[in-house]
């Protein structure tokens, strides 16, 4: 079902700043959630080519290329997508469009990865949730409560100065209102997609 005020809201954000990428992504999103694929496309690729390090947008574009039938579409995307990913750091896409490219048939670059030992954990070390890299814990909790306390014990501290970043990208770009609780709800659903969290 297509959210019609979603739609409205962010082809309004993006009609107005046509250089707010989360607002394109958003846009292309409600889309394809919405069953309405083809119409995904064109914001998607207006997010890349805005930002072409937003890895999750290579994710759902593919998605949106394979629900109407161009599978060629989506595997360059993925190709492409992976690496941006991998470069990145971003653990999820990465691994979703793998998993892509297997299930099309196509080969995907390994990559090994440091695994964390008792003894580099003994010496407070982590493996990050969000990139999978073994790097030192961050000095103290990031916030209060059991999140605060989730990304301290997962993240590393270069990952989440990448989300301080994205996360004032998110409230500017998608005008959120901290105090309003929609908006913590949208701000948190970023936060927890970009970190790998749940
Ligand atoms: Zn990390």
Not at 181 to 198: G, I, R, T
Request: proline residues 6%.
């Amino acid at each position: 079902m297509l959210d019609e005020v979603k739609v409205r809201q962010f082809t309004e954000l993006t009609t107005t700043d046509p250089q707010n990428e989360l607002g394109f992504f958003s846009l292309g999103r409600v889309y394809l959630e919405g069953g309405a694929p083809r119409e995904a496309i064109a914001p998607l690729m207006k997010t890349l080519a805005i930002n072409p390090s937003l890895s999750r947008a290579y994710v759902l574009l593919a998605q949106s290329q394979i629900a109407v039938g161009d599978p060629e579409g989506a595997q360059t995307t993925l190709l492409k997508g992976y690496r941006v990913a991998q470069e990145h750091g971003d653990l999820m896409p990465r691994n979703q469009m793998a998993d892509m490219l297997k299930e099309m048939g196509s080969s995907v670059p390994e990559e090994t990865v440091a695994q964390l030992t008792p003894e580099l954990q003994a010496a407070g070390q982590i493996q990050c949730r969000r990139c999978n890299r073994v790097g030192p814990k961050m000095s103290e909790r990031p916030f209060g409560g059991p999140l605060g306390e989730q990304i301290h014990a997962s993240i590393c501290g270069p990952c989440f100065q990448l989300w301080i970043r994205q996360g004032t990208k998110v409230i500017n770009e998608l005008r959120l209102n901290l105090t309003d609780v929609a908006s913590q709800d949208v701000y948190d659903q970023h936060m927890k997609e970009f970190l790998n969290l749940n």
